[in-house]
């Protein structure tokens, strides 16, 4: 969405009958709301959009089709539980959008309008709780890190970027991303109890066996 840049907007607080939350979720809009057409948030709004469903997907085919190509046991397992934390992460993000109605930061900033109650509108202004592209990113980031948890830190970092990347493109409140990170962490969780898969080393090993064994090694001279 491409919007005029006529430099610091005043933008409205939220109605009077607002949560301290929503209001503290206002405030941070006012406060990046001057930046919102600046180049850093616009390179940032591009990584951002990395965490939309199209994208995630196709991350998470592209390490599945991989391990499917080399033989890769665990790089298929891991494109596996990719795939299905992001699928669950966006049913129950849709689940809570359809049932809560909440304006975007961008519609605050531009009409003056807020708003925050339940309700069924599905447009696209008015379901901003929780953050989709925040759950995705999370629920893809964890499933791979379960996997490849040596990759854990860049994994995390990236679902971050993406994840923060939300609040000054004014797409999403603080209290969304909180929200979507939530939505994508429990999304997560539920496949690893289906699969009951550990986190494993760069062999393939849980993570727990590893260090066992390492303990195990008797120290020189002993």
Known sequence: MTRKNDGPRKVPAAAKNATALEQADTRVTKAVAPYQESWPVRALSAVGELG????????????????????????????????AAHVIATATKNFIKHRVDRTRPHVLVEEGRYKMEPGRNQAKEETSFPSGHTAGAVAVARAFARDYPEHRRAAYAAAGVIALAQIPRCAHYPSDVAAGTAVGLAAEGLVQLATGQAETGQNGHGADHERTAAQAVPEPGL
């Open 52 to 83: 939309d469903q199209p994208p995630m997907l196709a991350i998470s085919s592209a390490v599945l089709g991989a391990g499917l190509v080399r033989g890769d046991r665990r790089m298929l397992r891991a494109g596996a539980r990719m795939i």
